[in-house]
């Protein structure tokens, strides 16, 4: 009988995968079979109660059978799962190894994980000097708006996309450059479009790719895993998942007239 034990994301490595995990389930995605519309997998991104987070990936044999117990935003415990290296090209977080769920993975319910609510992660509230100090990697960030450009209908090498270049800014006025693409631009694009504090908008971006552009650091949005949240800085936000933004609304900081 296999016996494990309870551990952390930090305590996993490549030969020891007998630890019985705590984790929130940050971020849940399918992801197709080169463009077509057929499921080849089911992409999660963990996080304990240290605040660390992974990558995992529910095969596509296996997604029906385990999507109703990894809901976003649920907490669960995990035993009987296989590790192994992820590539460069498809990490959506800062850690080599990837979780794979096998059929006799045992998911259950964690009704007392004590980490975050949300799966926030800004330590505890990570400022934009703090993240010029990385080459590149994924982080959660929140700021406001301080400036932004038009949205870009772009057609290159014959496919069409959008773009949202824009800037904002941490409570010490910090700024940092920031370009959404996609559906990402034309969130923020709908969203100032219906506020009517447009000086007032404050945003996380959660997951995003850390990038250098002509030698100057900058944020996107990074595969399909980023998730984007927009907030009117005029209005209460009252939500417990979003505490840390309404702290942050709170804070002395100079967010426009």
Same mark, same amino acid.
Request: aromatic share 10%; net charge negative.
């Given at each position: 009988?296999?016996?494990?034990?309870?551990?952390?994301?930090?305590?996993?490595? &490549?030969?020891?995968?007998?630890?019985?995990?705590?984790? $929130?389930?940050? $971020?849940?995605?399918?992801?197709?079979? #080169? /463009?077509?519309?057929?499921?080849?997998?089911?992409?999660?991104?963990?996080?304990?109660?240290?605040?660390?987070?992974?990558?995992?990936?529910?095969?596509? &044999?296996?997604?029906?059978?385990?999507?109703?117990?990894?809901?976003?935003?649920?907490?669960?415990?995990?035993?009987?799962?296989?590790?192994?290296?992820?590539?460069?090209? #498809?990490?959506?977080?800062?850690?080599?190894?990837?979780?794979?769920?096998?059929?006799?993975?045992?998911?259950?319910?964690?009704?007392?994980?004590?980490?975050?609510?949300?799966?926030?992660?800004?330590?505890?509230?990570?400022?934009?000097?703090?993240?010029?100090?990385?080459?590149?990697?994924?982080?959660?960030?929140?700021?406001?708006?301080?400036?932004?450009?038009?949205?870009?209908? #772009?057609?290159?090498? /014959?496919?069409?996309?959008?773009?949202?270049?824009?800037?904002?800014?941490?409570?010490?006025?910090?700024?940092?450059?920031?370009?959404?693409?996609? &559906?990402?631009?034309?969130?923020?694009?709908?969203?100032?479009?219906?506020?009517?504090? $447009?000086?007032?908008?404050?945003?996380?971006?959660?997951?995003?790719?850390?990038?250098?552009?002509? /030698?100057?650091?900058?944020?996107?949005?990074?595969?399909? /895993?980023? $998730?984007?949240?927009?907030?009117?800085?005029?209005?209460?936000?009252?939500?417990?998942?979003?505490?840390?933004?309404?702290?942050?609304?709170?804070?002395?900081?100079?967010?426009?007239?």
């Amino acid at each position: 009988m296999d016996t494990y034990v309870s551990g952390y994301i930090n305590d996993l490595s &490549a030969v020891k995968d007998n630890i019985k995990l705590r984790v $929130r389930i940050v $971020r849940s995605l399918m992801q197709d079979m #080169y /463009g077509k519309q057929v499921i080849k997998n089911m992409e999660l991104v963990l996080m304990d109660e240290q605040s660390t987070k992974m990558q995992a990936t529910v095969r596509m &044999a296996l997604v029906n059978g385990f999507k109703h117990k990894l809901e976003e935003g649920s907490a669960v415990t995990l035993s009987r799962y296989s590790l192994g290296e992820i590539q460069p090209n #498809y990490c959506m977080v800062n850690k080599p190894l990837r979780l794979s769920f096998l059929s006799n993975t045992i998911i259950e319910p964690c009704a007392d994980f004590t980490g975050s609510v949300n799966g926030f992660d800004f330590r505890p509230f990570k400022t934009i000097t703090d993240l010029q100090q990385e080459e590149d990697g994924q982080f959660d960030v929140i700021g406001h708006v301080v400036a932004c450009e038009h949205l870009d209908n #772009y057609d290159k090498n /014959g496919r069409s996309g959008k773009k949202k270049p824009l800037t904002f800014a941490d409570a010490d006025g910090n700024e940092l450059r920031c370009t959404l693409w996609g &559906a990402y631009a034309q969130q923020f694009q709908d969203f100032v479009d219906t506020c009517p504090n $447009r000086g007032k908008i404050m945003l996380i971006l959660q997951l995003g790719m850390m990038k250098i552009w002509d /030698g100057k650091m900058g944020v996107q949005n990074g595969y399909h /895993g980023t $998730r984007l949240f927009l907030f009117n800085g005029h209005e209460n936000i009252p939500k417990e998942e979003f505490v840390d933004v309404e702290l942050y609304r709170l804070r002395p900081v100079d967010i426009g007239p």
